[in-house]
């Protein structure tokens, strides 16, 4: 069986580049838009990192839109798209997303110069790497924009213990046998519902990435352990801390009716960070891909390019 084509109806492959980036212990992949000339070529590139179980073609709509400023890549994370899994016996702690990303533009985008810098734009998850690492190498980040992403999710000290043991005790029993789907089509049906529903057009859009044959059909190919609940999350303090600690100029890009909407203590992870600027956009979620884009779209390209 083949694998899964992306849609047309979605996503433009026009420039379109398959990408590998070998690091140490890891390959990730992703897709990479080049610059137009070389004037473009000479700009800042930006690295887009999407979310929790999406892929890099989260950003086929948004990508072409910012492919006139710059050379871009979407990376897939770890376990994600075409990206390897981790080896057996580990898991997916959001520190080592961080430390991928640092070496991948270190070993590949940027090199070892500190003098040069990135943009980040990330979506839900892929923000708040993005943060982290903005973080921990200011000298690396001209700008950063994160959509629907304000930090991350975080746990008080009370509940260390408890999550230590509902992770672990995940871990032992294992993430059970995939699910096999007769048609993409079908696939995508189950991809809408969930924590941040989609409409159906939109998780078309990401099954190219998200799936590969199996007997009978197609299975997922996003690695069942980035379900399992995380050993260890951050306090609030630390994710205000780490927040504040990001020099660069930051985008927020709120959805009306994206997860951020209604959260308490987000005021004060914003009022944390010292050159951010939030601009509220229509849609959902993923409002960078599903529905009308063009708000996403021109507040993010103005920002990266003017502001």
């Known amino acids: 069986m083949n694998e899964p084509a992306t849609s047309p109806d979605i996503c433009s492959e026009a420039g379109l580049q398959e990408r590998q980036w070998p690091l140490q212990n890891i390959t990730l992949a992703g897709l990479s838009w080049p610059a137009n000339n070389?004037?473009?070529?000479?700009?800042?590139?930006?690295i887009m990192l999407h979310g929790w179980l999406d892929n890099s073609l989260t950003f086929c709509q948004l990508a072409p839109e910012l492919a006139r400023l710059s050379a871009l890549h979407a990376v897939d994370f770890a376990g994600h798209g075409h990206s390897d899994h981790r080896p057996a016996g580990q898991s997916y702690q959001l520190m080592d997303y961080v430390a991928d990303?640092?070496?991948?533009?270190?070993?590949?985008?940027?090199?070892?110069?500190?003098?040069?810098?990135?943009?980040?734009?990330?979506?839900?998850?892929?923000?708040?790497?993005?943060?982290?690492y903005a973080a921990a190498f200011p000298e690396r980040i001209r700008k950063?924009?994160?959509?629907?992403?304000?930090?991350?999710?975080?746990?008080s000290a009370d509940e260390t213990i408890p999550q230590l043991r509902k992770s672990i005790r995940k871990r032992i029993s294992g993430s059970g046998r995939s699910a096999v789907y007769g048609d993409i089509a079908?696939?995508?049906?189950?991809?809408?519902?969930?924590?941040?529903?989609?409409?159906?057009?939109?998780?078309?859009?990401?099954?190219?990435?998200?799936?590969?044959?199996?007997?009978?059909?197609?299975?997922?190919?996003?690695?069942a352990r980035l379900r399992h609940p995380s050993p260890l999350m951050m306090s609030e303090s630390q994710v205000v801390a780490s927040l504040a600690a990001v020099q660069s100029?930051?985008?927020?890009?709120?959805?009306?009716?994206?997860?951020?909407?209604?959260?308490?203590?987000?005021?004060?992870?914003?009022?944390?960070?010292?050159?951010v600027k939030k601009v509220e956009v229509p849609?959902?979620?993923?409002c960078h891909l599903d529905g009308d884009i063009r708000p996403v779209a021109d507040v993010v390209r103005n920002f990266l390019n003017n502001e």
């Open 144 to 155: 950063l924009v994160m959509i629907d992403s304000l930090g991350a999710l975080s746990r």
């Open 249 to 275: 100029r930051t985008l927020l890009v709120s959805a009306r009716e994206g997860l951020l909407t209604g959260r308490k203590g987000l005021d004060n992870r914003l009022s944390a960070m010292p050159n």
């Open 186 to 223: 079908a696939a995508a049906k189950v991809r809408e519902g969930g924590l941040s529903p989609l409409s159906h057009e939109a998780a078309l859009a990401l099954m190219p990435r998200n799936l590969k044959p199996a007997d009978g059909g197609y299975s997922w190919r996003t690695d």
């Open 38 to 46: 070389a004037s473009q070529a000479a700009n800042t590139p930006v």
């Open 101 to 132: 990303i640092a070496e991948l533009i270190e070993t590949h985008i940027c090199g070892p110069e500190q003098t040069t810098k990135v943009d980040i734009v990330g979506h839900s998850l892929g923000g708040i790497v993005g943060s982290l």
């Open 283 to 286: 849609g959902g979620h993923h």
